[in-house]
């Protein structure tokens, strides 16, 4: 589960001592100054600008199979991915609870973490957060801006959580959101929480089965893990 204050850690992504309201805020002045900028941050921003954000729909998914339950606007940040952060990892955590406390925790905007999907031990998936947006889960700034997070209902010291639903469910979505950004599917770009710099997690523990995992990934990405939607 993210670390709680990851969301204002200046941590040591590209350009975030620029001000976004300063781009978009003071006429000509703040127009001289734009050549000066990375062209990496004037591309974090252009679609604050009335009428370019990306329509959306309340409760619209990215993840067929998923169930939406949003989280509280506290736990992530408004974004326009990949187009201003590029996607490049996905993340894998450990609830260190039930499904439902976190779901529950996620709602609460004093949390300060949440992820953007959630698996339960039944195989189901809720989606918390559109891939669009920055979630606070990974306690590094760099990471969120450029990761999707998967929670996974148990705890890191009980292997028995970790049931073979949740195993081939949670290879589904992850090969779903590699193929969507073209993420490798290697351990280099699926990570475990516990590897993200910066972090003092240790999720998703010894008992997580990497090398089971990645097959069912790679399987699923040709259909080889496709199965009935979870209830």
């Known amino acids: 589960m993210g670390n709680n204050g990851s969301a204002g850690s200046p941590g040591k992504g590209p350009g975030h001592g620029i001000s976004r309201r300063t781009l978009l805020i003071g006429g000509g002045a703040a127009a001289a100054g734009t050549a000066a900028l990375a062209a990496g941050e004037i591309r974090r921003v252009w679609w604050r600008v009335p009428g370019v954000d990306k329509p959306r729909k309340a409760g619209e998914l990215d993840y067929a199979q998923a169930s939406w339950v949003a989280a509280s606007e506290g736990n992530w940040r408004r974004a326009d991915r990949p187009d201003d952060y590029g996607v490049d990892r996905v993340i894998i955590h450990v609830t260190q609870g039930s499904y ?57 010291d009980r292997p028995q959580d970790f049931t073979k639903a949740m195993y081939e469910s949670s290879a589904r979505l992850t090969a779903a959101i590699c193929k969507r950004y073209g993420i490798p ?47």
Do not use: C
Request: charged residues 25%; glycine residues 10%; negative net charge.
């Open 185 to 231: 599917m290697d351990r280099e770009h699926i990570i475990g929480h516990v590897e993200v710099p910066g972090t003092d997690h240790t999720d998703p523990g010894p008992h997580w089965d990497w090398t089971r995992y990645m097959k069912l990934v790679r399987a699923a990405s040709t259909g080889g893990t496709e199965g009935p939607r979870a209830s």
């Open 100 to 156: 439902a406390s976190a779901v529950r925790v996620f709602q609460d905007p004093a949390h300060r973490a949440a992820t953007h999907y959630i698996v339960g031990q039944n195989g189901r998936v809720t989606q918390m957060i559109r891939e669009l947006d920055v979630a606070y889960h990974a306690g590094n700034r760099s990471f969120n801006e450029r990761s999707v997070g998967i929670e996974h209902e148990g705890f890191v």
